[in-house]
C-alpha cells in the first residue's frame, strides 16, 4: 500500500505566475483534500474533492482551483500567485466513514 | 463553525517526565477528534483519533488523549517523554453530524511546538 505522494517538493515562482501542484492519493482513498500551511501556522483547507468533482470549499479565492482525476489523483493550481500564496501546501486522502486524513509530505512554494 | 484553541504555542518537558499537550475545541455537533505530529519540512502524521466509546485513546509512538467532553478538551499525554517526540502538535476536529460536501474538512489549531530537553 503506498502513501500519499506529492510532487514537486519544493518550487519557486515569481508573483503573477501560475503553479500546478500533483497528489497521488493513499490506494484505496477515493477522497483528495488540500491544505495551505503558512509559516507558523496550523493547516488550512483550501477545498475538497470526491469522484472528481469540487465537494467542499474553504475560504479561499476562486484562483486557487483543482482536479481530481478517475485514479484519484489530483491536482491543484494556483494563478496570479501573490506574495501571501507562499506556503507548504499539503495533500491528504480519505476513505474511512471516521475520515482521518493521510498527508503527503506537501509542497513548498516560495513566491517572490 | 467548528475551532480547535491549543492555548500554549510551546511546552518544554525534561525528557523521561509526562508530558501534556493542551487543546479544546468547539462544534456545533459531536466532534471526531484528532492528533497529528509534523517534524521540520515534513507533511503531518497522524497519531490518534477519538470517535465513540472510551473516553481515553491510545495512539502511535506511546502516545494517548483524553476527551472531556464537559470541559470540550481533548489533550495529548504521554508518560515518559523521549527526546525524538519534539515536534509540533496539531489538534483538529471535525463534526460529526455533517455529511456531503466538505465533510472531510478538518479544522486545525495553530500548533504546540514541544520540545524534550535530554
Known amino acids: 500500500e503506498t502513501g500519499v505522494t506529492q510532487s514537486p517538493t519544493h518550487l519557486i515562482k515569481t508573483r503573477g505566475q501560475q503553479v500546478t501542484l500533483r497528489c497521488s492519493s493513499q490506494?484505496?482513498?477515493?477522497?483528495v483534500s488540500w491544505y495551505q500551511q503558512a509559516l507558523g501556522q496550523g493547516p488550512q483547507f483550501i477545498f475538497q474533492?470526491?469522484?472528481?468533482?469540487?465537494?467542499g470549499r474553504g475560504n479561499f479565492p476562486p484562483r486557487f482551483s483543482g482536479l481530481q482525476f478517475p485514479n484519484y489523483s489530483s491536482e491543484l493550481n494556483v494563478n496570479a500567485l501573490e506574495l501571501d500564496d507562499s506556503a507548504l501546501y499539503l495533500c491528504?486522502?480519505?476513505?474511512?466513514?471516521?475520515?482521518?486524513?493521510?498527508f503527503g509530505e506537501g509542497s513548498r512554494l516560495t513566491v517572490l | 463553525a467548528q475551532s480547535v484553541a491549543q492555548p500554549e504555542d510551546q511546552v518544554n518537558v525534561a525528557e523521561g517526565n509526562p508530558l501534556t499537550v493542551k487543546c479544546t475545541y468547539s462544534?456545533?455537533?459531536?466532534?471526531?477528534l484528532f492528533w497529528y505530529v509534523q517534524y521540520p519540512n515534513r507533511g503531518l502524521q497522524f497519531l490518534l483519533k477519538?470517535?465513540?466509546?472510551?473516553?481515553l485513546v491510545k495512539g502511535s509512538y506511546g502516545f494517548e488523549a483524553e476527551f472531556n467532553k464537559s470541559q470540550t478538551s481533548f489533550h495529548l499525554k504521554k508518560p515518559s517523554a523521549l527526546v525524538s517526540d519534539s515536534a509540533l502538535y496539531f489538534c483538529?476536529?471535525?463534526?460529526?453530524?455533517?455529511?456531503?460536501?466538505?465533510?472531510?474538512?478538518?479544522?486545525f489549531g495553530k500548533g504546540t511546538k514541544l520540545s524534550v530537553i535530554p
Open positions: 483538529a476536529v471535525r463534526d460529526r453530524g455533517r455529511s456531503g460536501a466538505g465533510s472531510y474538512q478538518l479544522t
Open positions: 491528504a486522502s480519505s476513505g474511512g466513514a471516521t475520515g482521518e486524513l493521510f
Open positions: 462544534v456545533s455537533g459531536n466532534p471526531y
Open positions: 474533492y470526491y469522484r472528481e468533482e469540487e465537494n
Open positions: 490506494s484505496g482513498h477515493n477522497t
Open positions: 477519538y470517535i465513540t466509546g472510551d473516553n
